[in-house]
C-alpha cells in the first residue's frame, strides 16, 4: 500500500499524506485529492447503476452508516433479505455512534443512515424501523428485595459511551 501512495505522490507531484512517526494525517493536497476520488468513485458508480436500467438490473454500491446495535443485530439480516431481491448490490458499511451516523449523513457521506434513537438538533428524516428496551444486568441479588429506582442509579455502573443512542436514552429518561 505504501508503494502505490508513493507512486501516486511522485506522479501527482505533490505530498498527500504527513506522517509523523505514528500518525498519518492527509495534508491539504491530500484533502483536495480525496474530495476527487470521493466524487470521481461517486461518478462510477452513478454509471454503473444507470447502465444497469439498461437491462432492469438494479446493482450498484449502497453506503450505510450504523450505530452499533443496528449494525451487529439489524443489519446483517436485512441485507440478506435485500440481497435476494437484489444481488448486484455491494455494501460499504460503516459502524460508529449514532453521533457519527448522523454526521455521516450530514456530510453526505453515506446513503443511509441506521441509529438506536434520533437526535433533535439535526435536520434528517427519521423512520421507526424496530423497538428494543433497556434491561438492566446486575451481579447483585435484587429478586428478594425492592429497590427504588433512584437508589438504583446512584450505584456504579458501566455505560454506553458519548454519543451512543443507548446512552442518550438513558440519560434522556432515568437521569432527570
Request: glycine share 4%.
Amino acid at each position: 500500500m505504501s508503494s502505490h501512495i508513493s507512486s501516486l505522490e511522485r506522479e501527482l507531484k505533490v505530498v498527500l499524506f504527513d506522517r509523523n512517526g505514528k500518525d498519518i494525517r492527509l495534508t491539504e493536497a491530500g484533502k483536495l485529492f480525496y474530495e476527487y476520488a470521493i466524487n470521481l468513485i461517486s461518478i462510477r458508480d452513478n454509471a454503473i447503476s444507470s447502465l444497469s436500467l439498461y437491462d432492469n438490473r438494479i446493482c450498484g454500491t449502497i453506503t450505510i452508516a450504523a450505530s452499533t446495535t443496528p449494525c451487529r443485530f439489524l443489519l446483517p439480516q436485512a441485507i440478506e433479505s435485500f440481497n435476494k431481491l437484489y444481488n448486484d448490490i455491494n455494501y460499504d458499511i460503516k459502524e460508529g455512534s449514532t453521533q457519527y451516523v448522523v454526521d455521516q449523513l450530514t456530510s453526505f457521506n453515506v446513503d443511509l443512515g441506521i441509529v438506536g434513537d434520533m437526535i433533535d438538533d439535526c435536520k434528517l428524516t427519521y423512520t421507526n424501523i424496530f423497538q428494543d428496551k433497556l434491561v438492566l444486568i446486575s451481579n447483585f441479588n435484587f429478586l428478594d428485595q425492592k429497590i427504588d429506582f433512584n437508589d438504583l442509579i446512584k450505584l456504579p455502573f458501566i455505560q454506553r459511551e458519548d454519543g451512543s443512542a443507548t446512552r442518550h436514552i438513558f440519560e434522556k429518561n432515568y437521569l432527570k
